[in-house]
Structures are given as structure tokens and as C-alpha cells.
């Protein structure tokens, strides 16, 4: 059985370019999924919106504080992926003091759809917004998904329970053990 494969999207992102000079250096940058995925093993999080409450007090900052350990485990890039634009993951990592974590913008909602991960969250005021899930890809490939349970629109809330940092740090040392099992077998 062929693993899923991530869905193809771009994501419009804004890269400093200090050649640019003045109080913006930014510039546009599209990437696309084979950018971000491709040849690398990737730990993704996605989570409802950039400065609301759980995503604040938890979600990111939880992988921001696990960072290293997750690379020592042979991650090559952790990324928060929000149905927000650009300016606002920028701001939200500034704000949040996040300087490990890769901010994806997912401003159109595309990869979120692609994935079957929106949701309508009409009922906050939110629009379209991207369910709460962390997933590990290898290559483009995706290997495992913790999604958050109860998965609907307009959620009254979307706790952490299974997306966060530390599930997602023993599953990698769990596979690892058994990779490891398997070797001396």
C-alpha cells in the first residue's frame, strides 16, 4: 500500500531579503508543497488560528520549546501551518517569541482543503479555518496523522490533546525503538 502523498498547494510567504534594505526587507516567496516536503522529513502542526488562545498558550509554543529534540530525532523542518496569511504568521511569531519553528502560511486555505482538514468556524467569527493536527511526512509521503477528536464546523473549542508536541515526540522515539528492534532481530 503506497503511503498518502501530501497534497500539491503554494504557499505565499514573505522571506526577508536584507538587499532589499529599508523598514520592510521582505519580499514575496511562493513555495510549493515539493518545496517544503519533498527530500525531507517534515513535522507539520496545523491548528485553528495564529493569536487565539490554545494556539498561543500550547500548541506553538510546545513545539518551539521541543524544537531540538524533535530534530534529534531526524526531523528536517517543523512547521506551523494556520489558514492565515502571511503578515499575520510573521507577526504571531514575533509576538510569541518563535524563532525555531517554521511559519507556513496556509492564507487561502488550500493545502487545509486538499487535506480534508477545514472546517467552517463561522460561529467564532473565524471563516474557513484548518482543523487541529500534527502529522509526520517523509519524502511527500505521509506517514502518521494525530487529529484532534470530534472533527466538525463550528466546534465550540478544539483543545490539545493529541496534536501537541510531546505526542508527537514519542511517536518519533517510538519508531525509532522499533526500527531499532528491528535492526537487531
Known amino acids: 500500500m503506497t503511503p498518502q502523498q501530501v497534497p500539491d498547494a503554494i504557499f505565499h510567504t514573505r522571506q526577508r531579503n536584507d538587499a532589499l534594505g ?38 506553538l509554543p510546545g513545539y518551539e520549546r521541543l524544537y531540538d529534540d524533535l530534530i534529534a530525532e531526524g526531523v528536517d523542518r517543523v512547521a506551523c501551518l ?24 496556509d492564507g487561502n486555505g488550500e493545502f487545509t482543503r486538499k487535506m480534508g482538514m477545514l472546517v467552517e468556524r463561522s460561529a467564532q467569527g473565524m471563516g474557513l479555518r484548518s482543523w487541529r493536527y500534527s502529522m509526520l511526512a517523509e519524502d511527500g509521503a505521509i506517514v502518521k496523522i494525530f487529529a484532534e477528536p470530534g472533527f466538525a464546523d463550528n466546534p465550540p473549542g478544539v483543545p490539545v490533546q493529541v496534536s501537541d508536541a510531546e505526542t508527537m515526540l514519542n511517536y518519533l522515539r517510538a519508531r525509532q525503538a522499533s526500527r531499532g528492534r528491528q535492526i537487531m532481530t
Open 22 to 59: 529599508g523598514d520592510n526587507p521582505y519580499e514575496w516567496r511562493d513555495l510549493s508543497s515539493a518545496d517544503i516536503f519533498a527530500g525531507k522529513r517534515v513535522v507539520l502542526f496545523a491548528l485553528p488560528g495564529a493569536f487565539t488562545p490554545a494556539c498561543s498558550e500550547s500548541h
Open 82 to 105: 494556520s489558514v492565515n496569511d502571511a503578515f499575520v504568521m510573521h507577526q504571531w511569531a514575533k509576538a510569541q517569541g518563535i524563532s525555531k519553528v517554521s511559519m507556513l502560511p
